[in-house]
Nanobody, 127 residues
Framework: QVQLVESGGGLVQAGGSLRLSCAAS????????LGWFRQAPGKEREFVAGVSWHVGNTYYADSVKGRFTISRDNAKGTVTLQMNMLRIDDSAVYRC????????????????????WGQGTQVTVSS
């Protein structure tokens, strides 16, 4: 069992930065691939970034590539999302999630492959 708790959301002006953190409980944290998703009002939940469980390879949605950076610290049980050059359309509730799917590299964008989810943190980018 893994419990995930996000923090670090808030209000920021366009062009600014925020750093989201997701703290995980559970001794098997290092065995999970981790992803960040976001959902804006009236829109579907979308994949933002992911990091694999072993090698720590990172993956990004095209919309955030070059602006966001995901990283994990297995010793601390945390995954972070550094968000730079924020845009108004980055505004959403951001949630971290953990997956043990054997084919995660191919399935990481699907919410159904994630076993555990955090409660979410709001990010609002203003003009």
């Amino acid at each position: 069992q893994v419990q995930l708790v996000e923090s670090g959301g808030g209000l920021v002006q366009a062009g600014g930065s925020l750093r989201l953190s997701c703290a995980a409980s559970g001794r098997t944290f290092s065995m999970y691939a981790l992803g960040w998703f976001r959902q804006a009002p009236g829109k579907e939940r979308e994949f933002v970034a992911g990091v694999s469980w072993h090698v720590g390879n990172t993956y990004y949605a095209d919309s955030v590539k070059g602006r966001f950076t995901i990283s994990r610290d297995n010793a601390k049980g945390t995954v972070t999302l550094q968000m730079n050059m924020l845009r108004i359309d980055d505004s959403a509730v951001y949630r971290c999630a953990a997956s043990r799917d054997a084919n995660w590299v191919a399935t990481m964008t699907f919410t159904s492959v994630y076993d555990y989810w955090g409660q979410g943190t709001q990010v609002t980018v203003s003009s």
